[in-house]
């Protein structure tokens, strides 16, 4: 419909006959695969003096037309459908055509535009509609398309303007489009910006003036603002771009600082070497920044590439080479002769690859900008050319965001219609991050998206050599696949550097300059640093890519010396926690909590190799250094589990008395229950007294003999050093708290707390004064409560914790009615980057003090998102939510009664018969009466300004009266321990439980 109608059949030309026949096929073909309405078509055909049956006529006509086309026409409710795929009409398919064309040219892919759009126009075969132009219908469809054709010219010749070559021949098709629209701003800026592009400049700013006289005489107008920047850059270019800078085929993305930067530095100093490992991006970022100064170099901006010339001898031939400079200068003198031969003004060249001829490189730069002041260089290596007033600019990885944008946009390159869903973008950040956001890496994981999901890729980096490769045909062999990126840097490197560099694959993270030193065998680690195989971070510290990384270590397993550089690593690092060990219990524990936390990597993968190889002797020694560590700086659970795979390779007093201790801090002790006898049999042959009183005195708490714990305690007190009496308090405060005696539970927690500050200890002070709290506040002393609290938090903040005191904080607020502080606390924690099991307690504590206020719904939304956390604290509060929307809590508060007599934590078991009381409210008042004395009875005190009591006690005595209340409370008050156990177990059976 481009021109006169054609229609064809399987390439065979289909006649269809009649002017009003055509007419209702092209109105059809308008809206191909759609329904058109019977009105419609009968308006279209006949838009006035129609015959007397216009839809009858209007059936005859399809009748004929079917004829012709005997599948293409349906008849479907309320009218008629061409069906055909829009494809097949030459107008729809120029309209999609120009739409991706113009999209393309909108994300700066200036080939693929060109190519759309040339294909869309050439579809073009005269006037639009011209069978049916005098038809109103077609009338204003026919304007439509000549508008969208008209666009997509301009479309294409901007374009092709971005391209290569010669731009000459567009300015005549864009005069003769200019001679029919003379008033169309586009065509004129176009015309424009060709005449600038091909040297015509002053024909280029005539070409403006004319047109800005033309509007002001016929119109009274001006210019618009996009024609007058252009005038505007006109004016200030003197001169025509020069250089052979090309235009890339993929779009550039991220960079927006790193490029200002290289900028800036060009702006400012003659040599500015790009710096990074192979792969980073550094030749794209060069030549973009190049591309940016171009128009400031008259003599122009040049690219060299080196990565192809191995002849260190041949450098300045070919500098001369690229620069089209060939048959100028002094013969028999390479450098005489490039520097004659240099244009005599501004000129910045760019010399891509240097690290291969680093030396001749380095030579050849500085004779060269010796020789000609109107030279600048921008060189890119994975190390300094080292010449005096060189400007370094390391580049770094590109940013996760950056980098997942990398993927999608290389992706949808070769795999049309993809989209990067919400469900793969974490699979897309975690492949970015695996291949250390190096661009290169990234754009040949997308190539792999051609075939596979993002989710495959992500789980294939195992082996991401042999998964990585196939890059592009015109790249250099050593871009072509990621082993050969990082075979290239380990092939400058002489035998004794890269069985250096190979050693240092065994750190997974970050290293100081005495650790490298002392694994590898090579004093002078910031030589890898300057060829990019590290990367120095701030400390000052080291650290590999995983990338090389990962090369490194194959080659190590390859030679068969991976096993010994491990060792040596262990080795180490075992050393460090024996030096860190004792000073972490004392006035220097946070400048070591700090080192031990940016060795934290190091230190775990020593402590996984010494126990999956069997090495006891340095598993222990890990084990034993750092058991106090990880009590301060990982998650209770977290830290156990690292302890328990200690004590299975190398039974060790200490590490079993942290482990016990961890277990008891992460209300898991009953874990611990099976191996009773074992850590015993460990605790009677230690010679340290302290140790051992901890051993059996956590065991007793966990078995439920706090008798024999206490004894323990008060054996082990006589004679310790200040940190083994404040441990041993703070282990004695447990036992009281199992026996439901606050009072002792506070005194013995005030001790601890005197003793860790005597030898200037935090985090014992810290934990201390956090189970201080919990005392104090169950004994209804708030403010000293809350007091302790905020001490415990400025402590365990210096220390990098201090979330668990803030949630316990919250906890406290609540008590007291501060509601709405207590919330921005917990909301603070979750803001910030709290362990899993705080973040956890943080939602519980919100979802308890929604559901305080009546919003149930709230509490179930914080309640779903701390699912994933094993604490009967989170039992107790889904518990107490189901009996609040009159739910069936029996089997959370069965679990989590269990979960607390299986630890022995009286205080935490008083808080699940208070759910319990809670379920029995509505059905047997004074049995929760009695169930809510027994939870007095258990912890020692009456918490009763809890909400939860607060609310239920209210509620008993409404019900109950308060004689009643009162007696069959105090009744159970007075219960002894087991007997109040029994109790709460008894209440879990009754038979109306909700």
Known sequence: MLGPLEVTDGGAEVEVGGARLRALLIRLALDAGSVVAVEALTGALWPQDGPADPVHSLHSLVSRLRRALPAAVRQVPGGYCLDLPPDAVDALRFERLARQGRQALREDHPEPAAERLREALALWRGEALTDVAETPYALAAAARLHELRLAATEDRIAAELRLPGDHSPLVAELEEHLAAHPLRERLRALLIETLHATGRRAEALAAFEAFRVRLAEELGADPGPELKELHLALLRAERPVRGNLRTPLSSFVGRVEEQAHLVRQLHERRLVTLLGPGGVGKSRLATRAASELAAEFPGGAWLVELASVTDPAALPQTIVTTLGLTGRGRPGDPMGRLADAMPASPTLIVLDNCEHLIDAAARLVEDLLGRCPHVRVLATSREPLGLLGEALSPLAPLPAADGVRLLADRAAAVRPGFTLGEEDRAAAARICVRLDGLPLAIELAAARLRYASVEQVAAGLGDRFLMLTGGSRTALPRHRTLRAVVSWSWDLLSHEERAAVERLAVFPGSFTPEAAARVSGWAAVEDFADRSLLQFVPGPRYLMLETIREYGLERLAESGRLAAARAAHAAYFAELAEQAEPRLRGSGQLAWVQRLRADRDDL??????????????????????????????????????LL?????????????????????????????????????????????????????????????????????????????????????????????????????????LGQAATAFRACGERWGQATALSYLAFARTTLGEFEAGAAALEESIGLARDLGTGDGQRVWLAMVRSHTGQTATARAELLDVLGGNPPAHQLGLARVQLANLARYEGDLDAAGRHLAEAAGIRDPLFLLARAELAVARGEDAGPDLAEAVALAVEIWDMPLVAMAAVAVASSLLATDAAAAAGVLGAAHALRGGPDARHPDVERLARALRAELGESAYHAAYEHARRLDRAVAIARVKAALAYPRLR
């Open 604 to 641: 775990l993968a020593a402590v996984r190799f010494a126990v999956d190889s069997g090495d006891a002797a340095t598993a222990s020694r890990l084990g034993a250094g750092l058991r106090f560590f990880w009590t301060i700086a990982e998650d209770p659970g977290e830290a156990a589990a």
């Open 644 to 748: 328990r795979g200690v004590l299975e390779v190398a039974p060790h007093p200490g590490v079993a008395g942290a482990y016990l201790l961890n277990l008891v801090l992460a209300a898991d002790g009953g874990r611990a229950k099976g191996e009773a006898d074992g850590l015993l049999a460990l605790a009677a042959g230690c010679s340290q007294p302290a140790t051992r009183a901890m051993i059996e005195a956590l065991v007793a708490l966990i078995t439920g003999d706090a008798a024999t714990g206490l004894a323990a305690i008060d054996a082990g007190l006589p004679g310790s050093e200040a940190w083994d009496r404040g441990v041993l308090w703070f282990v004695r405060s447990f036992l009281d708290g199992s026996l439901g005696d606050m009072e002792a539970m506070r005194t013995d």
